[in-house]
């Protein structure tokens, strides 16, 4: 690769994107990092935007939260670059898993230093999550929770809406296959995680990373909203799995079918229905990190 330029995609739609695009321009100027920018008429994916960048740039630049990287990822697969991420999202669960500085300033200069490391994607139907994919409760909130919302309250947007869906919500019931065995289970929630947070401030496992190689499982099977909130302080360090009412485990491939279609979240984003089936792509993409 001979252009030392970066793509720059900043998601509008995300929580600090448009506010922050002034900022960013300026940040990667004076850390010397040349890019382009798409079209303001530009109608395609971010996928294929990088797709059509192959060979015209060295790296592809993302700014916006958990959503707007997994709307990278088929063509960061594809193009085989390396991703620098500048949360400006939500709830920037991805760049706390890799340690990435919530500050702006400070995220331009993980870039600019030129670091790197190889991190796993996740794989739901054939499609690439970078965090954490979720069946139940997580999906439902996924629903509800608006652009508007999370712009104006931030992470308090999630535990308000949450709320509300929690007084209403019932177990469901789904198989699962995994490692040659075959369970079948009642649960508000499963989440199948390539990341270690997750929902602004959960944690998928303890000891979870996305370069173990490894899938973490964990199923909600409480049966009262007051179970879960005496389960709030284990679901944010990663020991939930301690609990009898919650099932978890660490795989590479699993598959979850339920009697009805259910959404499949994956990263805040509705792209898939079950039966579902997982997969862990190992050291899947290069991400610039501290």
Do not use: C
Not at 76 to 100: C, E, H, Q, S, Y
Not at 101 to 122: E, F, H, S
Not at 161 to 180: K, N, P, Q, W
């Amino acid at each position: 690769m001979t252009s030392q330029a970066a793509l720059l995609l900043v998601n509008p739609n995300s929580r600090r994107g448009k506010d922050s695009l002034p900022e960013v321009r300026r940040l990667l100027q004076e850390a010397e990092i040349r890019f382009t920018e798409l079209p303001a008429d530009y109608t395609g994916t971010t996928s294929q935007a990088i797709e059509e960048h192959i060979g015209l740039v060295d790296r592809v630049i993302v700014g916006g939260g958990d959503g707007s990287l997994n709307g990278a990822a088929r063509g960061l697969l594809k193009a085989g670059l390396p991703l620098g991420v500048l949360p400006l999202g939500t709830a920037n669960d991805f760049a706390r898993t890799i340690g990435l500085p919530l500050d702006l300033a400070q995220a331009v200069d993980v870039i600019a230093k030129g670091n790197t490391t190889r991190i796993d994607l996740g794989e739901a139907n054939g499609h690439p999550f970078f965090n954490v994919a979720s069946v139940g409760f997580s999906a439902d909130l996924a629903t509800s929770l608006t652009e508007k919302a999370k712009k104006r309250w931030g992470k308090l947007g999630y535990g308000i809406v949450a709320a509300r869906l929690l007084a209403s919500s019932r177990l469901f019931t789904a198989t699962l296959e995994h490692d040659g065995q075959t369970e079948e289970l009642r649960t508000l929630q499963v989440a199948v995680g390539n990341g270690r947070f997750y929902g602004g401030g959960m944690t998928v496992h303890s000891d979870a990373t996305a370069t173990d190689g490894m899938l973490d499982f964990y199923s909600l099977e409480v049966d009262h909203w007051w179970r879960l909130l005496a389960l709030l302080p284990s679901l944010r360090k990663g020991t939930h799995g301690d609990w009898s009412d919650v099932r978890s485990f660490s795989t590479k491939h699993l598959t979850i079918r339920t009697s009805k279609p259910r959404a499949v979240n994956l990263d805040g984003e509705l792209k898939t229905n079950t039966p579902v089936t997982f997969h862990i792509r190992e050291k899947a993409i290069s991400v610039f990190v501290p």
